[in-house]
């Protein structure tokens, strides 16, 4: 008989330990956005893949592994998503004059100046004004950079990308002058008709199509560089919205490569190149790269008096923004989505815009649909839009930041009454039971704490307004958490892989200092990110997980 037992215990001794992983993360706080809402301390990874997430003692007793880590206490989470940016325009801006937080026109001419000499050929190209932001709030001329670069064409977005100012020599190799008239776009003038430089939207975009582009090794190089910053701010995926398709087929070729080591969801541009694209190949969707989405604009930028509003701007009462869409042609491309089986996210800033996408969104979707076609930004919001998106399941992709960058100055925009109905992100949320959070980078920073702080405190970064900007239409932040993971990968298709930490899921996390959960927001905002893991591969790690 105690021949029997001591059998018994070794046998039961022999199962300790006994299943391989490669990894395993304990001593943590593991919050896993499951359906039961499941905390854990310790997760087993195999081939990329969460096998198991569970106790302390049970996961170390259970699994061996090529690589355990302690994590002192720290927090993991299901890898954060940016449901709406510009990976690849982020990028290339790594190679061009940075312009965010110059406080002057002629502080933007200076940085210029020292930028090109930086680079003594070609084009000078920045992004990052914001008029806004300056004791003189108007548009800029010409006429500084002109004297500056009186051959050397330059081109300088501003932080939206809906307006630029450009010099003579850029305007001359455009072919465009104060004459020049374009639909659905801007050329301003000066009181003698001549063009100040300033571009908004449609005139904009045909003058940054004669700006030579990076070769593809060049762009390789600074997508890696980006990444780099991407994933030290905690981010697993991103959804770039609006890529040529030429873009496309390169973060393509990288991830075949496996050089693409962030998850990319790359929306499609609206242009004739995508159409014929997808007329010859079926939706993409592999590991790293999912493009299976048409990205349209249907207005500007409110900074920028591009967004398109139904009565006119406060500050501008006989301008009511511009449509970049005639109506026909643009439910016709949405056909063109629904029969190719494309997912639709349409740019609607201007309460004009979202009455225009939602009743064709309606007359196509016809009522409830798993199609989730998504409304990016929703700023200004018109009376019957919130039934609209809640009849035929559109869903809102909005980005908290503009709220708190916004807020200084889009009352004066928007008026009283109107204002109330913008940035109104709870109401979004209970149309359909979730919303999807991002930044838009690089019109705003990367950082996805500064957007749980934003969307939960409703302040900028200085903790400004005391209160909060209509803190009614502030998020909880468990809201908060969700719009940047598990709704962020229902509006992408990808619940079924990420978006929680569950058996069988990816192994995408973000570990931070600190549960965000449990603190406050100001207390969250100031959390350090100590590891990005994407697939079970350490991306980015410090301090004590570096060990």
């Not at 170390?60 to 449901?83: F, H, I, S």
């Not at 690849?88 to 406080?103: I, P, Q, S």
């Not at 300033?198 to 390789?220: G, I, M, N, Y």
Request: hydrophobic share 45%; aromatic share 6%.
């Amino acid at each position: 008989m105690r021949g029997l037992v001591v059998v018994a215990l070794f046998a039961a001794g022999c199962g300790f330990r006994g299943e391989s992983v490669d990894l395993i993360v304990h001593n943590a706080r593991v919050v896993t956005l499951d359906p039961m809402g499941t905390v854990g301390q310790a997760v087993a990874v195999r081939e990329g893949r969460v096998v198991e997430v569970g106790a302390e003692r049970a996961i170390l007793n259970k699994y061996r592994a090529g690589e355990v880590v302690d994590a002192a206490q720290a927090t993991v989470y299901p890898g954060w998503m940016d449901a709406h940016a510009h990976l690849v325009g982020y990028a290339k801006g790594l190679g061009e004059v940075d312009l965010v937080g110059t406080g002057s026109w002629a502080e933007v001419v200076a940085r210029v100046e020292e930028g090109a000499n930086e680079r003594p050929e070609g084009w000078v190209v920045g992004r990052g004004w914001d008029q806004n932001d300056w004791e003189q709030t108007d548009y800029p001329t010409r006429a500084l950079l002109d004297a500056a670069f009186p051959d050397r064409a330059v081109v300088l977005q501003r932080v939206d990308g809906h307006a630029l100012v450009a010099n003579g020599a850029a305007l001359r190799a455009a072919g465009i002058d104060g004459g020049s008239v374009f639909d659905g776009g801007e050329v301003v003038r000066d009181a003698a008709g001549e063009a100040t430089g300033v571009l908004v939207d449609a005139a904009a975009e045909a003058l940054l199509a004669v700006v030579p582009e990076p070769d593809s090794l060049a762009k390789v190089g600074l997508i890696k560089r980006a990444e780099e910053r991407l994933v030290a701010a905690g981010l697993t995926t991103v959804v770039d919205a609006g890529l040529p398709i030429e873009d496309i087929v390169l973060l393509d070729a990288m991830q075949r490569a496996g050089d693409l080591k962030l998850r990319v969801v790359a929306m499609a541009a609206d242009e004739p190149q995508t159409w014929d694209w997808f007329a010859a190949h079926e939706p993409l969707v592999t590991d790293r790269l999912v493009a299976r989405s048409v990205k349209f604009y249907l207005d500007g930028a409110l900074g920028s008096r591009g967004a398109a509003l139904n009565a006119p701007y406060a500050d501008r009462p006989d301008w009511k923004g511009l449509l970049l869409e005639d109506s026909a042609a643009f439910g016709e491309r949405l056909e063109r989505c629904a029969e190719l089986g494309l997912q639709a996210a349409t740019h609607c800033i201007g309460d004009r815009a979202m009455d225009l996408a939602l009743n064709l969104y309606g007359q196509i979707l016809g009522g409830t649909n798993d199609r989730r076609w998504r409304i990016e930004h929703a700023q200004v919001l018109g009376r019957d839009n919130l039934p609209l998106m809640r009849a035929c399941n559109v869903l809102p992709s909005v980005q908290p930041t503009h709220a708190t960058s916004d807020m200084y100055w889009a009352g004066q925009r928007l008026g009283r009454n109107r204002i109330r109905r913008a940035y109104a992100y709870k109401d979004l949320l209970e149309t359909n039971g979730l919303i999807a959070l991002g930044t838009d980078f690089p019109v705003e920073a990367i950082d996805p704490r500064a957007t749980f702080y934003a969307a939960t405190a409703r302040k900028d970064a200085e903790g400004m307004p005391v209160g909060g900007f209509q803190p009614e239409q502030g998020l909880t932040a468990e809201e908060a958490l969700k719009g940047m993971t598990l709704w962020a990968a229902i509006v992408n298709f990808q619940e079924e892989s990420l978006g929680s930490i569950e058996p069988g899921k990816w192994a995408d996390f973000t570990i931070l200092d600190r549960d965000v959960l449990q603190v406050s927001p100001e207390q969250a905002r100031e959390s350090v990110v100590l590891g990005t893991v994407v697939a079970g591969e350490w991306l980015y790690r410090t301090g004590k997980l570096a060990q």
